[in-house]
């Protein structure tokens, strides 16, 4: 909706004017309103403005008045308006009669008009106009409804779209995703290095940035542009824009409790009860979860203080390395943090390379999360249901295990995890009594010199006798791990690859791993 001359003057915003030319054009229409008091005024003429004048810059200099009419006239000016009496008492004739060649309005005021209060009643009407073609409570009322029926930041900035004039930019500061109405937008957000909080003008064009806040927490980062001469409207919108974006962080909250019950009703006893593994695929259907099997569980232990404070961002960093490491969408994957542990349900597409991946997966949590990682557990390929709930309890017992004896292991194996739930049901002093008898001449030297053979001749074999793989993992440098299998190998063992003559030693090194702490 716009404003015209004739609008103004029906709805009584002039007092006792008197119309001298351009009769036939008062329907021109009005988007802004200028009051010119400075001799160089013409540069700064915009189109379709409402000038008002006392002529104080002119007076009697009818020349200026004649170029001045051509400058509004050529730069479309919606009309002019001049308060006479004050510094020019007649519209000379000369004037009058080129305006109306233009058929260009000029309108007169008495002297009692007060340029002030008409310039700010003038903008009223125009504000009002802008809003009135703003329908923000329909607007308002239509984007809830969508919102609720679906809370994410893709459908907001869908339905921002439908907003003329405006251009939105919506930042998730837990994952880094952004969202935004245009390409354009985008551009200025890469390429400017607007501070979080702040209000811009750039090319023209306003910029507001700000950072929607909930519960003491920062979670989305919203900039809004719009041209300079609109910026009466962007506030309205932000308002509306930032109580949407709160209610679709609620809502993700919410879903998110209702998701965990769900995972932890998975892991630890619904699936023993389902007959088949379509039930579980359409039970994940309810939270979007594209779960198929063979699938995978891991188990990670990361410090509890560093959960608490950093949740949403662990989250969203072990999602995206599970995402590029085993090569999953985010739907296929769910975590879930149960017993201060994080736990991870991802679908398993390359069996052969699992372990491998797993390795790899293991050493990037454990670079990125540095002082904050202990350790992690993690299962062989589930095939079936029913399988989850024993699964999930073998991962939790060998991560709480290993934390109470102090293991030094970083990355646990489920077949490590079943091994160790059979022995655990034998007689421990025992098994020790066995694992020190093959190991024996291992201790002697290790108590005697302080060399950590047992841990450094385990990990060598739980590497395939890769001795660069094993010295990454023992954190040491390549020469220092070919000096302790030199050790080992004087004191009688073997360091090649040669499985028959390294199981009873490997299953005495675990033996002693796993309860040497027990006694």
Not at 197 to 211: A, F, K, P
């Amino acid at each position: 909706m716009y404003i015209t001359i004739k609008d103004l003057i029906d709805r009584n915003i002039f007092d006792k004017i008197e119309i001298h030319s351009g009769a036939t054009q008062l329907n021109r229409v009005v988007k802004s309103v200028s009051i010119m008091e400075t001799p160089d005024f013409d540069k700064y003429i915009l189109e379709k403005t409402l000038v008002l004048t006392t002529l104080y810059p002119i007076k009697n200099d009818v020349d200026r008045f004649l170029l001045l009419l051509d400058s509004l006239h050529q730069k479309q000016a919606s009309g002019l308006i001049i308060k006479i009496k004050r510094y020019i008492d007649v519209i000379p004739a000369v004037i009058i009669e080129k305006a109306k060649h233009l058929d260009f309005p000029i309108i007169t005021l008495e002297y009692d008009a007060n340029l002030s209060l008409l310039f700010d009643s003038i903008i009223a009407e125009l504000h009002y106009a802008q809003y009135s073609t703003h329908n923000f409570n329909a607007w308002y009322s239509t984007i809830l409804h969508e919102i609720v029926d679906k809370p994410s930041t893709k459908s907001l900035i869908q339905a921002i779209k439908s907003i003329p004039d405006i251009e939105v930019l919506i930042v998730n500061l837990i994952n880094g995703k952004i969202h935004t109405t245009s390409d354009r937008i985008q551009t200025i957000y890469d390429e400017h290095p607007l501070a979080q909080s702040s209000y811009h003008v750039l090319d023209e064009q306003l910029i507001i940035n700000e950072v929607v806040t909930y519960e003491n927490v920062d979670v989305y980062r919203l900039m809004v542009m719009t041209s300079y001469e609109q910026r009466h409207i962007i506030y309205n919108y932000i308002e509306i824009i930032k109580l949407m974006i709160i209610l679709i962080y609620q809502k993700k909250q919410e879903n998110a409790l209702k998701q965990n019950q769900f995972l932890i009703d998975f892991v630890t006893n619904m699936t023993a009860n389902y007959q088949s593994n379509t039930e579980v695929t359409e039970a994940g259907k309810i939270f979007n979860w594209s779960i198929a099997f063979p699938i995978m569980l891991m188990m990670i232990d990361i410090k509890e203080n560093v959960i608490r404070a950093h949740q949403p961002m662990i989250f969203s960093q072990i999602k995206h390395e599970i995402v590029n490491t085993c090569h999953i969408h985010e739907s296929e994957l769910r975590l879930i943090i149960l017993n201060h542990h994080v736990l991870i349900i991802a679908n398993l597409k390359d069996t052969q390379n699992y372990k491998t991946m797993m390795i790899t997966l293991h050493n990037h949590l454990k670079t990125h999360f540095q002082d904050a990682f202990v350790r992690a557990a993690y299962s062989t390929p589930i095939y079936e249901a029913r399988e989850i709930p024993s699964t999930y309890t073998s991962l939790f017992e060998s991560l709480n295990h290993a934390a109470k004896n102090h293991l030094s292991n970083t990355l646990i194996h489920d077949h490590h995890v079943r091994m160790v739930n059979v022995l655990k049901k034998l007689d421990t002093p025992t098994l020790l009594d066995y694992a020190r008898s093959i190991l024996k001449p291992l201790i002697a030297y290790e108590e005697k010199h302080d060399l950590p053979l047992l841990n450094t001749y385990y990990h060598y074999i739980e590497c395939q006798f890769n001795a660069k793989e094993a010295a990454q993992k023992l954190f040491i440098h390549y020469n220092s791990l070919r000096y302790r299998l030199n050790v080992i190998e004087s004191c009688g063992y073997p360091i090649f690859n040669d499985k028959e003559s390294h199981f009873e030693v490997y299953f005495a090194l675990t033996i002693y791993t796993y309860f040497s702490h027990q006694i």
